[in-house]
């Protein structure tokens, strides 16, 4: 069983950035993918960014060109980043980490919350004009 375990978010003025961070640790093989969704109050999970086996990332063209995705992995942990720069009032939302149990290989895409087999808590993000 792999544990999630994200931080980072926080309340900021529009146009500024913040960096969340998602450590994931148990059974997990570092080439697993892993992606960053978003849910608003009374709405579905959406695909925010991911990063497949190959470090390849997609993401969701709300968000193209204002955040970053990355990821490290030093042996005991693998580590997911989500740089958000420019932010906006709409990207207010809590940001969840969730990872697949397989490697992935996708170009522009981000499969749906269904994929993923593990997930965290979510760190709430708020972007106020």
């Known amino acids: 069983q792999a544990h999630m375990d994200e931080s980072g978010g926080g309340s900021v003025q529009a146009g500024e950035s913040l960096r969340l961070s998602c450590t994931a640790s148990g059974i997990f093989a570092p080439t697993y993918c892993m992606a960053w969704f978003r849910q608003g109050p009374g709405k579905g999970r959406e695909g925010v960014a991911l990063?497949?086996?190959?470090?390849?990332?997609?993401?969701a063209d709300s968000v193209k060109g204002r955040f970053t995705v990355s990821k490290d992995d030093d042996g005991e942990k693998t580590t997911l980043y989500l740089q958000m720069d420019n932010l906006r009032p709409e990207d207010t939302s809590k940001y969840y980490c969730?990872?697949?149990?397989?490697?992935?290989?996708?170009?522009?895409?981000?499969?749906?919350?269904?994929?993923?087999?593990?997930w965290g808590q979510g760190t709430q993000v708020t972007v106020s004009s």
């Open positions: 990063i497949d086996s190959d470090g390849d990332p997609s993401y």
């Open positions: 969730g990872a697949m149990d397989r490697d992935c290989y996708f170009r522009d895409e981000i499969p749906s919350a269904d994929e993923y087999a593990y």
